[in-house]
């Protein structure tokens, strides 16, 4: 984007952001499903899950927690977009001098901020909960860099489905399947622990490479080749939205 995007960018996510602290039950519905997660699989169903080689529980499943975290958090993405897009207000946007990218730009911003701040609570109430990590600082960078280019490419999803949705309804069903992905992989349990169909999706889906690499960076473990699969798996997403995001709000202009 050059400067005069970037800076009509800058305004319209003040815009955003302001919505968002005026409802900050956003991000508090956003936090709730997860943690009550956390809840559930450690004091509930935890004691009963063994995994071979793996400290507490809390520390291999919060990796898929975080990523429903942000699977939960994009939908308000979609919302938001689906309203304004209903009040006429890109209308009125694309009637005053200013890039046109920068209203997609805005929500895109304020889904990054708002969802890594949903996620800086979900790991502090881990932390509570016994939680304990090895990572270095670099591991840490890692494990921020791949969850925030996991909220990104998942934000332009969001993207197309507010711009897409023809219901409030429907602008925020897309991350159904969202969320309930990292069920179907390592996120809870080993994936050779499940029948053979359902391991071959497990291992060959992304939020797998995604879980597993993040894991090893919580555990301060050797990184091996998941690292690659998960940042082709995202940048491929990544593109493919953005693009698709682009294309349809060309359209419509």
Request: no cysteine.
């Amino acid at each position: 984007m050059t400067a005069h995007a970037l800076a009509d960018a800058g305004a319209l996510t003040g815009r955003s952001l302001r919505h968002v602290l005026r409802s900050p039950d956003t991000i508090i519905t956003t936090v709730v499903t997860p943690v009550a997660l956390m809840l559930l699989f450690v004091y509930v169903l935890g004691g009963a899950i063994r995994i071979d080689g793996a400290g507490a529980y809390i520390d291999y499943m919060l990796p898929g927690i975080l990523l429903i975290t942000v699977a939960s958090g994009v939908a308000y993405t979609a919302y938001r977009l689906f309203l304004d897009r209903q009040s006429g207000i890109f209308e009125r946007f694309r009637s005053m001098p200013i890039a046109r990218s920068s209203a997609l730009w805005a929500h895109v911003l304020t889904s990054m901020l708002a969802n890594l701040v949903s996620v800086a609570v979900v790991v502090g109430v881990a932390l509570l909960m016994g939680f304990r990590t090895s990572a270095s600082f670099g591991a840490w960078l890692g494990a921020v860099g791949i969850i925030a280019l996991f909220t990104l490419a998942l934000t332009w999803i969001a993207v197309v489905a507010g711009l897409t949705a023809r219901s409030v309804d429907g602008a925020s069903a897309f991350s159904y399947p969202l969320i309930f992905l990292p069920f179907v992989s390592s996120a809870f349990v080993p994936t050779d622990s499940m029948p053979g169909p359902v391991a071959w999706f497990a291992q060959h889906q992304p939020v797998t490479a995604i879980v597993d690499t993040l894991r090893a960076l919580f555990a301060g473990e050797p990184i091996g080749a998941e690292i690659w699969v998960a940042l082709a798996w995202l940048l491929a997403i990544l593109v493919l939205a953005a693009g698709a995001a682009t294309l349809l709000s060309r359209r419509r202009s």
